[in-house]
């Protein structure tokens, strides 16, 4: 009995399974909202974002139009190249971006204007990049991929006033640079991990 039990199991794992997929959608919300889930569920995404959005928020909200400007136009350029290639890993990259923008978080390192646009250039582009739908095509890539776009700006955005807002005292600040030093230590340990893998 175990034994048929074991190859009806084994069966079923084979032949009956659905395919696995890297950025797997949830069935039955829409393209766009499953791009707009997407960096939800990519934990590298998240740290970028997150990194970005702390340290654009150190330098205040009056201070950084250019350079979030230049994140969502970066963003958007990425998107569109993604929907001529697939299939780009680029993981290794969003982590190394993610603990270099938390060690300079830690380090309360916000003064210079072109630091900030180099780095929300290349956190947008990066971040373009790996939120390509390889399994999806035409009109419903597009409304991933704008689905993302939105999600990326919109977490951007909460950060971004999260970290301006907590930088009037002291205390506050120092908050701030801890999640710094957090997300760069997250990002060295999923960095070891891949590197040993």
């Not at 934990?43 to 990194?51: C, G, N, R």
């Not at 201070?63 to 680029?90: C, G």
């Amino acid at each position: 009995m175990i034994k048929k039990l074991f190859i009806f199991s084994l069966f079923y794992l084979i032949v009956l399974s659905q395919p696995l997929l890297a950025h797997s959608p949830i069935s039955g919300i829409g393209n766009f909202y499953n791009g707009f889930l997407h960096p939800f569920f990519i934990p590298s995404q998240l740290m970028l974002v997150f990194a970005n959005g702390l340290f654009l928020g150190q330098y205040g909200i009056k201070n950084i139009q250019t350079p979030f400007l230049v994140f969502i136009l970066s963003i958007t350029l990425a998107l569109i190249f993604t929907s001529f290639v697939d299939d780009i890993k680029i993981e290794k990259p969003i982590l190394i971006l993610s603990m270099l923008i938390g060690f300079l978080i830690a380090l309360n390192y916000n003064k210079s204007i072109s630091l900030h646009i180099l780095l929300s250039v290349l956190s947008g582009f990066l971040l373009g990049l790996d939120s390509t739908q390889e399994e999806l095509f035409a009109k419903d890539k597009f409304l991933a991929l704008s689905g993302s776009l939105v999600s990326i700006i919109v977490l951007s955005l909460y950060t971004i006033a999260l970290s301006d807002y907590f930088n009037k005292k002291e205390w506050q600040k120092i908050v701030i640079r801890i999640f710094g030093s957090w997300i760069s230590a997250a990002s060295v340990m999923v960095l070891a991990l891949s590197l040993n893998s």
